[in-house]
């Protein structure tokens, strides 16, 4: 690891309070977010007493000591509402899993502190400084801009390897074995996994589509947002992660279809599939053997082996969970499965299956309905017949995100404060929203011009 790490590591949170004095506070956020997620190392400090000093803590500590120096007055309008309980929910519930476990109180305010720090700073943040539909398009748009600084990167390691964490910072942040695939090279650039890069450029690509489709942006640093869009599905194509793939393809034809139909179906249909999932997979009432022969037959017999495996995997440690099946087992590994020699003989791959086993029920359902809630109010509050319109759009494509995001947490454990800032901010939108669908009332901060609105896709 090279000296320079360290640098800046703990040069970071300056770095931040810099941001703010030079930029307003919402730039500032978004800079701060983007350029640490996107730059800086896969390290983390363990603190005694505290959660891990990582990027994204830091970047979290630099955010709030550069609003209170600079921007106190946000952070003072923020109040607390029903909205926010399934985030506190999950911020708190490993508490009671280790004092259910024995691990005592002061682990539990450990974890718990852990927790809100990955979890719930990036959601509260989202609250206080994209509460409103222009400041969704801003984050959407820092979106598309980190992936199209992104692109010459990844493609520089699709044809090199991944050697950019490397070079910059001395180490690799994973393993090189699992950077081969479709005979080329995955890359990784400065995340923590392919995986993860892959869902990141996915989300910058769907951004940039749905932006061009709605016109939101007709340019981008003078690149018309079509050539943009086309990058951007390219290069995350180019990524070599299935299924982020998978989920681009999906999240597209979503788009298309609402914006055909007007109608609220497609998002409702994405949304059920973890709705679905979640509750016959814990419970075991669904085994996935079909889905198996499905893709053993259709798509690849080495997808159907790596997805038996993932299957048989989950169905074995949701058994362990259902013993405890309300607060879990807590974060000590007593959550896997061992055989009689004392070896753990599992493995786990999705977020879902190691969020019940280690805070059972309440934290399963707890995370869930804090990444899906923010749909949910798009679904209530904005009508599909205005999802096209440039001021709209925005929330709704960080909403589909969401969505996908909680598909891809069946399959990956890949945790991306990203998102929890964009479902801060759309949660944020809930006070002011006053749409009905039958009195033709709009939402308070949509123009009159609105009303009639058609869309450019039919």
Known sequence: ????????????????????SRLKPRHAVIASFLIAWLFLPNVSYPLPGFPDYDKMSATCWGIFIAAAIFDMESFKR???????????????????????????????????????????????????????LQGLKDFAMGIIIG??????????????????????????????????????????????????LGVWMMSAALTGVWFW?????????????SIVAAVL??????????????????????????????????????????????PTRATGIWTGENLVSFVAENISPDRADSLSFRLHNENILAEKALQKPVFGWATWGKARVYDDQGQDISITDGLWIITFG????????????????????????????????????????????????????????????????AAGGITGLLPQSVADEETEEMPDDLPERIIGYTPRFL
């Open 1 to 20: 690891m090279s000296p320079f790490v360290h640098i800046v590591m703990f040069g970071w949170i300056p770095v931040v309070i810099g941001l703010f």
């Open 78 to 132: 923020l109040r607390l509402r029903a909205i926010d309980i399934p985030m506190i929910i999950w911020c708190i519930c490993p508490i009671f899993s280790s004092v259910n476990n024995g691990y005592g109180l002061y682990d539990g305010i450990a974890v718990s502190f852990r927790q809100t720090v990955t979890w719930g700073f990036p959601y509260f943040i989202g609250r206080i400084y994209f509460n409103d």
């Open 147 to 196: 992936g199209m600084i992104y692109v010459p990167l990844c493609l520089w390691e699709s044809r090199m390897s991944p050697q950019l964490h490397y070079s910059v910072y001395g180490f690799y942040q994973h393993s090189f074995a699992q950077t081969y695939r479709w005979g080329g090279w995955r890359p990784m650039v400065f995340m923590s996994h392919g995986l993860m």
């Open 358 to 421: 280690n805070h059972g029920l309440v934290g399963l359902m707890s995370l869930t309905m804090a990444v899906l809630m923010p749909v949910f109010i798009l679904l209530r509050y904005y009508p599909a017949r205005y999802w096209g319109h440039p001021e709209v759009a925005p929330a709704v494509v960080l909403s589909l995100l969401l969505g996908l995001y909680m598909v891809d947490n069946l399959l990956n454990a890949m945790i991306n404060p990203i998102f929890m800032v």
């Open 233 to 278: 599905v390219f290069t995350s194509v180019w990524c070599r992660s299935t299924a982020a793939i998978g989920l681009l393809f999906l999240g597209i034809a979503v788009l298309v279809m609402s914006e055909r139909f007007r109608k609220p179906i497609f998002i409702i249909c994405l949304i059920a599939i973890p709705l679905f999932y979640l």
């Open 213 to 225: 489709m709605t016109g939101v942006v007709k340019k981008l640093g003078g690149i018309p947002m």
